[in-house]
């Protein structure tokens, strides 16, 4: 716990701004004023209990935003009854910020290229790997519907102030080495556990190098830290991708300069390959140039979630496929995080491009992340995969085999057919 | 709904570590909202025997980390309509202890738990003093006490029952007349 009158780290910041208070401490309880609410599929499990609390309107309908993104369209009729819940909500209780079917995305990449997150900001939404929009320097974290419920009742919720664990990270990443890399590099060390009800707070020279979409993509996995919240302090590359479309005042705060960590892990990434999450975990890490020596015959290959599937993660992955076909024993999916970086993939010709060497080129969801929609494994299958879990069952079947790599290792695999170094291609 | 019992006695089912929320309940049945239909696939991949034998006020034991993973509040709802009388682990990932707190249910987290039973065992907890027995072998353990915030969510029988007195109190106040 820090000293009651202690410097503060950025996750204790935001959350004295948001709790109204001076100063917090770890390990304090406050009420934190919610900025922005995001509700997924998940939402419509909120629906019931904001009734049964007896709550009729929403605390601030423009600081509540739906995207659906699991099954888009719905490919059931369970989820076509949840998308019917949402849309019959968001309408009684007057929500606007709706993003549906033609206008969809994976919810945590709309949240980030809509501004619906600023600097500063307290963030909650109905989703475990909320914690990406701490790239904007806010506080972002994952709740379950009920909690929504209370939220969307009251405009805040009560919170642990974390302790902080401060991940320090010098060097230069080396070519084909990127963002997914560093953040598997980092699980293999803090392991799944390590920043449970944790804040992490990303600091040194590379993360400053880092631009924001790979910033999304650390943050994004310190959920499989178990971390409550990811952080990257704001600075101009975050000001410049928020100026045009910061849905609200950017306010932000920093860390003091003595601020108390619990913890703080140093990485130097100078001469780092790139790194392999194993079956069957995230934290199973293993430099991808040892995994390659076993010869791992891939089935699928998939390039998708809110990981990695922005559009810099798209070219990252053509730039290797030019010029090659899929692998006839593979099959290559590909899902954009949102249906603007589809249009953008249309435009720049990415689509025919994938389409062409072989992959089938799907609309915008989530996809086979989850083992609940499309792509899902056979059990004696192998996946590798650009996402963010590798859990038995997360694609289907309890023995299916996922390896989390970065976007332009999944299409090195899907090239091979077997898992395989990117920079084999450049 | 039924408000905290200071006492909770029970038959165990002890689960490993790491007992993320695909293995309570997998993602292809995410679409099912109605409790009693998820108790049918709790624990599918990770104790596939528990669904079709557990019965009301059976404790869940587990090791560390237990409910890592997504946000699912399907985990523990699944869980809430098998009837569980209260899960205790050696540590819990964040999002499923507040969605299990947040539901009602007595959920604990006592360092070494795991280690002090066998599946079939008897547990008792006692709430407010803080321990949990193993009324086979008569060995137990101490837990911090739960902090008051979350002993009011329980005692209140969960946040929907909390948040309903609030608003209905607040709803009053409006009403009021000033003096």
Same mark, same amino acid.
């Given at each position: 716990?820090?000293?009651?009158?202690?410097?503060m780290?950025?996750?204790?910041?935001?959350?004295?701004?948001?709790?109204?208070?001076?100063?917090?401490?770890?390990?304090?309880?406050?009420?934190?004023?919610?900025?922005l609410?995001?509700?997924?599929?998940?939402?419509?499990?909120?629906?019931?209990?904001?009734?049964?609390?007896?709550?009729?309107?929403?605390?601030?309908?423009?600081?509540?935003?739906i995207?659906?993104d699991?099954?888009?369209?719905?490919?059931?009729?369970?989820?076509?009854?949840?998308?019917?819940?949402?849309?019959?909500?968001?309408?009684?209780?007057?929500?606007?910020?709706?993003?549906?079917?033609?206008?969809?995305?994976?919810?945590?990449q709309?949240?980030?290229?809509?501004?619906?997150?600023v600097?500063?900001?307290?963030?909650?939404?109905?989703?475990?790997?909320?914690?990406?929009?701490?790239?904007?320097g806010?506080?972002?974290?994952?709740?379950?519907?009920?909690?929504?419920a209370?939220?969307?009742?009251?405009?805040?919720?009560?919170?642990?102030?974390?302790?902080?664990?401060?991940?320090?990270?010098?060097?230069?990443?080396g070519?084909g080495?990127?963002?997914?890399?560093?953040?598997?590099?980092?699980?293999?060390e803090?392991?799944?556990?390590?920043?449970?009800?944790?804040?992490?707070?990303?600091?040194?020279?590379?993360?400053?190098?880092?631009?924001?979409?790979?910033?999304?993509?650390?943050?994004?996995?310190?959920?499989?830290?178990?971390?409550?919240?990811?952080?990257?302090?704001?600075?101009?590359?975050?000001?410049?991708?928020?100026?045009?479309?910061?849905?609200?005042?950017?306010?932000?705060v920093?860390?003091?300069a003595?601020?108390?960590?619990?913890?703080t892990?140093d990485?130097?990434?100078?001469?780092?390959?790139?790194?392999?999450?194993?079956?069957?975990s995230?934290?199973?890490?293993?430099?991808?140039?040892?995994?390659?020596?076993?010869?791992?015959?891939?089935?699928?290959a998939?390039?998708?979630?809110?990981?990695?599937a922005?559009?810099?993660?798209?070219?990252e992955?053509?730039?290797?496929?030019?010029?090659?076909?899929?692998?006839?024993g593979?099959?290559f999916?590909?899902?954009?995080?949102?249906?603007?970086?589809?249009?953008?993939?249309?435009?720049?010709?990415?689509?025919?491009?994938?389409?062409?060497?072989?992959a089938?080129?799907?609309?915008?969801?989530?996809?086979?992340?989850?083992?609940?929609n499309?792509?899902?494994?056979?059990?004696?299958?192998?996946?590798?995969s650009?996402?963010?879990?590798?859990?038995?069952?997360?694609?289907?079947?309890?023995e299916?085999?996922?390896?989390?790599?970065?976007?332009?290792?999944?299409?090195?695999?899907?090239?091979?057919?077997?898992i395989?170094?990117p920079?084999?291609?450049? | 709904? $039924?408000?905290?019992?200071?006492?909770?006695?029970?038959?165990?089912?002890?689960?490993?570590?790491?007992?993320?929320?695909?293995?309570?309940?997998?993602?292809?049945?995410?679409?099912?909202?109605?409790?009693?239909?998820?108790?049918?696939?709790v624990?599918?991949?990770?104790?596939?025997?528990?669904?079709?034998?557990?019965?009301?006020?059976?404790?869940?034991?587990?090791?560390?980390?237990?409910g890592?993973?997504?946000?699912?509040?399907?985990?523990?709802?699944?869980?809430k309509?098998?009837?569980?009388?209260?899960?205790?682990?050696?540590?819990?990932?964040?999002?499923?202890?507040?969605?299990?707190?947040?539901?009602?249910?007595?959920?604990?987290?006592?360092?070494?738990?795991?280690?002090?039973?066998?599946?079939? $065992?008897?547990?008792?907890i006692?709430?407010?003093?803080?321990?949990?027995?193993?009324?086979?072998?008569?060995?137990?353990?101490?837990?911090?006490?739960?902090?008051?915030?979350?002993?009011?969510?329980?005692?209140?029988?969960?946040?929907?029952?909390?948040?309903?007195?609030?608003?209905?109190?607040r709803?009053?106040?409006?009403?009021?007349?000033?003096a």
């Open positions: 716990m820090s000293g009651a009158n202690g410097g780290t950025l996750a204790e910041k935001i959350l004295a701004r948001a709790s109204g208070l001076d100063h917090v401490a770890s390990g304090q309880i406050i009420e934190g004023r919610v900025d609410a995001m509700m997924h599929e998940q939402g419509a499990q909120t629906v019931a209990p904001f009734h049964q609390m007896g709550a009729e309107k929403v605390w601030d309908r423009e600081r509540v935003v995207a659906i699991h099954w888009v369209p719905a490919s059931t009729e369970g989820a076509a009854v949840l998308h019917r819940i949402l849309r019959k909500f968001a309408t009684e209780v007057n929500l606007p910020h709706f993003y549906d079917v033609g206008n969809h995305g994976i919810c945590h709309i949240l980030a290229e809509h501004g619906w997150v600097p500063g900001d307290l963030a909650v939404g109905t989703d475990s790997h909320t914690n990406m929009l701490g790239a904007m806010a506080v972002a974290a994952g709740i379950g519907p009920t909690e929504m209370a939220v969307l009742a009251l405009g805040r919720l009560w919170l642990k102030v974390p302790s902080t664990l401060r991940i320090r990270v010098k060097g230069r990443l070519p080495v990127v963002a997914k890399d560093l953040v598997l590099r980092a699980l293999g803090v392991k799944t556990t390590g920043a449970t009800y944790k804040s992490v707070e990303w600091t040194g020279p590379t993360i400053e190098r880092l631009s924001m979409p790979e910033r999304l993509t650390i943050c994004n996995m310190t959920t499989e830290m178990g971390a409550k919240c990811g952080l990257v302090a704001p600075d101009e590359k975050t000001f410049e991708y928020l100026r045009t479309i910061a849905k609200h005042p950017m306010h932000p920093y860390a003091d003595d601020a108390t960590y619990e913890r892990i990485i130097d990434v100078d001469g780092m390959p790139p790194m392999v999450a194993c079956p069957y995230p934290d199973n890490v293993r430099p991808l140039t040892d995994v390659v020596n076993e010869h791992i015959h891939v089935d699928q998939f390039l998708g979630s809110c990981t990695n922005r559009i810099e993660d798209i070219r992955g053509a730039a290797i496929l030019r010029g090659h076909k899929v692998h006839p593979t099959r999916i590909v899902s954009p995080a949102s249906t603007s970086i589809y249009e953008q993939c249309l435009q720049e010709g990415l689509i025919e491009l994938y389409t062409e060497a072989g089938v080129f799907t609309n915008s969801s989530c996809s086979a992340c989850f083992g609940g499309m792509g899902i494994i056979a059990p004696d299958e192998v996946c590798a650009s996402s963010n879990r590798n859990f038995p069952g997360r694609m289907g079947p309890k299916g085999r996922i390896y989390l790599m970065s976007p332009a290792a999944t299409v090195a695999a899907a090239i091979r057919g077997e395989a170094d920079r084999e291609f450049a | 709904m $039924d408000t905290m019992k200071d006492l909770i006695e029970g038959r165990v089912w002890t689960l490993g570590r790491d007992m993320d929320t695909d293995q309570i309940i997998s993602g292809k049945y995410l679409t099912i909202i109605d409790p009693q239909e998820l108790k049918k696939h624990l599918e991949i990770g104790l596939p025997e528990f669904a079709a034998g557990a019965r009301p006020g059976d404790i869940l034991i587990a090791d560390e980390n237990f890592s993973g997504s946000s699912r509040e399907h985990a523990p709802a699944a869980l309509a098998v009837g569980i009388g209260a899960i205790v682990a050696d540590s819990f990932a964040r999002i499923f202890y507040r969605n299990s707190i947040n539901l009602g249910i007595p959920t604990i987290e006592a360092r070494g738990v795991r280690a002090l039973f066998e599946m079939g $065992d008897t547990a008792r006692e709430m407010r003093a803080g321990r949990i027995t193993n009324l086979g072998t008569n060995r137990s353990i101490t837990f911090p006490p739960i902090p008051h915030h979350l002993l009011d969510l329980l005692e209140a029988g969960g946040l929907v029952e909390k948040v309903k007195v609030e608003l209905a109190q709803k009053a106040a409006a009403g009021t007349p000033r």
